[in-house]
């Protein structure tokens, strides 16, 4: 075996990889100068660093393999809420890492579709509350040691030190970091017209939303032709919600989008009826709320 700064070759006596003939005394096949060899070859696509967390296991949360009978009876039912917790752990959920482990549960990198704080039974039936304990990009803080990261891409740049990437890059840094104020704005509108709008549901129950306004739509709020549009969130924490936003063309920069009602997805028959009472305290029997969602989540604000 071999290796480059890019690439693992390792030479193979059988397998599966593909052989070569190698030939000399033009492609004569001369005594001693003539062999088959198989190779394979890796390239780093990612570094993953491995932690006791897959491992531990100090509430005794029973694991289900894919052949066991309870298998499916882990989600039977339950949706991992409290009151409703997962019976056990399985595969694709993977919940066993004490919640109180990390220092706040609130600060979740939304690359990590790990669904934030949930609720699991231990062995005796005791309702546990536990984080995911798969592989992670950014882990939320840890008391006393700070974020941590994981998963780190490793792919190699060719082009790295090379004239044509040093001018690249310098186009990159004068249309993406830089602090022409008419630029951004240039850059952004340009941006905005070819891929709309993106987003964020405030921050509600630990988690947050994306909400995504289309081209079209971000068209006519800007020229006036429309002051509000209805759009559904994105997956988040086991739900999405349906909400109307207004666009107001006349306000301060950042501070153009309003939350005018919020409903979770499967309701949005129900708005705009917006209920006296509950909202942003518990999603049970709220229809639709008006500026917050049932879960809390108290506005948008573009994603920069």
């Excluded at 897959?54 to 339950?78: C, L």
């Excluded at 002051?227 to 909400?243: E, F, I, M, P, Q």
Aim: hydrophobic fraction near 30%.
């Amino acid at each position: 075996a071999c290796s480059t700064h890019t690439q693992w070759d390792k030479a193979e006596l059988d397998g599966e990889a593909v052989g070569a003939k190698c030939a000399w005394a033009r492609g004569k096949c001369v005594y001693k100068k003539c062999w088959k060899q198989r190779w394979s070859y890796a390239i780093p696509l990612e570094v993953v660093y491995l932690t006791p967390l897959t491992k531990w296991n100090p509430f005794n949360i029973e694991y289900y393999e894919r052949s066991d009978p309870k298998y499916n009876s882990v989600s039977s039912g339950r949706n991992g809420k409290k009151g409703t917790p997962y019976k056990g752990s399985r595969q694709n959920l993977f919940f066993r890492t004490p919640a109180s482990f990390f220092k706040d549960a609130k600060n979740v990198d939304a690359a990590d579709t790990s669904g934030g704080v949930t609720y699991v039974e231990d062995k005796n039936g005791k309702e546990r509350e536990v984080r995911a304990s798969g592989h992670w990009i950014l882990f939320p803080e840890i008391d006393g040691i700070g974020e941590v990261r994981q998963r780190y891409p490793m792919f190699p740049v060719h082009e790295y030190g090379s004239t044509i990437w040093k001018e690249t890059k310098a186009v990159h840094e004068i249309l993406v970091g830089g602090k022409s104020p008419a630029l951004k704005s240039i850059v952004e509108e340009t941006r905005s017209e070819a891929y709309g709008a993106e987003l964020t549901l405030l921050t509600g129950s630990g988690h947050s939303h994306e909400v995504h306004i289309s081209p079209e739509k971000l068209l006519d709020l800007k020229s006036g032709k429309i002051t509000s549009t209805t759009a559904v969130s994105s997956l988040a924490n086991g739900h999405d919600h349906y909400v109307k936003v207004s666009y107001d063309r006349t306000a301060a920069p950042g501070s153009e989008w309003s939350l005018d009602y919020c409903t979770m997805s499967a309701d949005k028959g129900k708005c705009p009826t917006m209920p006296a009472g509950n909202c942003g305290q518990t999603s049970a029997g709220v229809a639709c709320c008006s500026t917050v969602c049932p879960d809390g989540h108290s506005g948008v604000e573009p994603v920069l």
